[in-house]
């Protein structure tokens, strides 16, 4: 697999759009433009990504498009269609703490699920109920794999969000995960 960092902010606090971050200060003293890969950035990449015999393998198992939270791009469709001139297995990670159906940032994923790349999340209990599982159902409308990563502090962390993620899929009757 092969990991292109798209997205360099985290912006927990701003979660529907790029506007600073708390993470990165050496960042802030360039401007929020710069924090993303541009188009032209992504294109020298794939010159390159096909031109170098050992990138191009890893290419081609899958590349994957993640960052602080890559939805947060502006860019990120065209750049995603980019990367598909590559390899037809590209995978966007993402949050998927998103405040509206309406955001530019779930329009992102929709359209990146649509080119059939595959989106995948990282499960967070604390916005599970209030935004993740409302979300993972539609995405699971449009795309029929998904990884999903969890972070856990501890075992009974972890046993938790299994079991979220148990009672999501059986709830969805989507047995074949629980099995």
């Known amino acids: 697999v092969l990991s292109i960092f798209v997205e360099t902010s985290c912006n ?19 401007p929020v433009s710069e924090w993303h890969l541009t188009t032209d950035q992504a294109r020298n990449m794939a010159e390159k990504i096909k031109n170098v015999e050992v990138l191009n393998t890893l290419a081609q198992q899958e590349i994957n498009l993640t960052g602080g939270e ?14 598909q001139t590559i390899t037809p297995h590209v995978c966007l990670h993402t949050n998927l703490d ?16 649509k080119l059939n790349a595959r989106v995948d999340i990282t499960l967070y209990p ?14 699971l409308e449009l795309q029929n794999k ?3 990563n ?21 709830d969805k009757g989507i ?3 629980t099995e």
């Open 12 to 30: 927990r606090y701003n979660r529907d759009e790029c506007i600073s971050c708390h993470v990165y200060e050496p960042l802030m003293e360039h």
């Open 70 to 83: 890559a939805s947060q791009n502006p860019n990120i469709v065209e750049i995603c269609k980019i990367f």
């Open 98 to 113: 998103i405040l509206s159906e309406k955001s530019k940032r779930w329009s992102r994923l929709v359209d990146i699920m």
């Open 126 to 139: 604390t916005v599970w109920e209030s935004s993740q599982k409302l979300f993972l159902e539609k995405m």
């Open 146 to 148: 998904l990884i999903v």
């Open 150 to 170: 969890v972070v856990y502090e501890s075992l009974p962390d972890l046993k938790n969000q299994i079991g979220l993620l148990l009672k999501f899929f059986k």
């Open 175 to 177: 047995t074949h995960v």
